[in-house]
DNA sequence: GTCTATAAATCGATAGAC
DNA sequence: GTCTATCGATTTATAGAC
């Protein structure tokens, strides 16, 4: 994931800068000074702040959309479905955790694709959700609350990106299973 | 819950529009703007903008603080303990859902109070994850990862500010007790 | 308690030299 | 590809009238 073109380095800083103070406290002086050169300079680049933005948020919007489209395709059990959605989220986390808070902090600043995105994010919840209901009706899972179920599981996905820089040792695998066991089965002996 | 003094009112207002933008995209201008006044005017209540956000974020971070050291000193079991805290989020979030955003989000705009805050959250940290491996030692919750479960756990209770306002009959002890089962015995049948 | 007017600093972005 | 210089807009906050 090392930035190849001038253009991805900055996207690269801004998503580091953007993490720590969310995107409006970052200003372009910021981007530049962390990179060592001028402000100006980033416009040679990018064409504004809007731009880098939208390109953090988008890019990963997209990549949860595509990994919920094959979940949903592959004719799999419910529970190896949502197995499927912790290891998407846990890989898509682990390989751009800066860019994560931005998707879940920054993406109402977003001016040309705020709509773009919120049809995302919108259609990825109700595919979440579908595999849930779908699971009660299969008799895979409790018969009880699925909006509970569903903003559980969902809020503790989007909040790895806080969770996964502290890991050191970053086994994914056994980081998906460990929160897999801990959503689906519970913490009660 | 109905802001009392004016400057009640200001903080309040800010607390809606910090949740909306983020405390660095909203003006002063805003927050006059909403309230039918002038920026300039705010100056007779409060001192600065940063006065607003420790308002919100430090009332809040003390109720935690607060509720967390009267079950701590309860002599519960783990597993009450642990409904206990759930019930806590529950009630303080749906008592003020504007300013939860700000705690979750906002916070590393402090300025003076900024050591403070990271402080008492360090400890509720630090107090959860006593509770959870208490639990695991008298066999009450399962051998397994006890920083997924505090991840897990933490996470959910932390995003509740987004799901409670679109509960409109909101039962918050019914939200609690289908919380507190999702979260303790997990999805699975 | 609210207003107008304004100070002082900082913002995103552009022009043009090298 | 980076720089200096700068524009025009906007920001928090203050002074002083009413």
Redesign the interface.
């Known amino acids: 994931m090392k930035p190849k073109t001038r253009k991805e380095e900055i996207i690269k800083t801004s998503a580091i800068l953007f993490k720590?103070?969310?995107f409006?406290?970052v200003t372009m002086r910021d981007i530049a000074k962390f990179m060592g050169i001028k402000a100006a300079s980033l416009y040679n680049h990018i064409s504004s702040k809007q731009e880098i933005l939208s390109n953090i948020i988008i890019s990963l919007a997209e990549q949860f959309t595509y990994g919920m489209d094959k979940i949903q395709n592959s004719h799999k059990s419910s529970?190896d479905k949502l197995n499927y959605i912790v290891e998407l989220h846990v890989s898509i986390t682990s390989n751009n955790t800066d860019g994560m808070a931005s998707l879940n902090?920054?993406w109402?600043?977003l001016k040309d694709e705020l709509e773009y995105y919120l049809k995302l994010r919108l259609d990825y919840e109700e595919n979440f959700r579908h595999i849930?209901e779908q699971?009660i009706k299969n008799?895979?899972?409790?018969n009880?609350?699925a909006e509970?179920?569903l903003?559980?599981?969902l809020?503790?996905l989007?909040?790895l990106y806080?969770?996964i820089p502290n890991k050191d040792d970053l086994n994914t695998s056994k980081?998906a299973s460990?929160?897999s066991?801990?959503?689906?089965?519970?913490?009660?002996?």
């Open positions: 720590e103070k969310g409006s406290a529970i902090n920054d109402m600043h849930i699971g008799e895979e899972l409790k009880a609350n509970a179920m903003f559980s599981m809020s503790t989007r909040s806080i969770w980081l460990d929160l066991h801990v959503l689906l089965t519970g913490i009660i002996k």
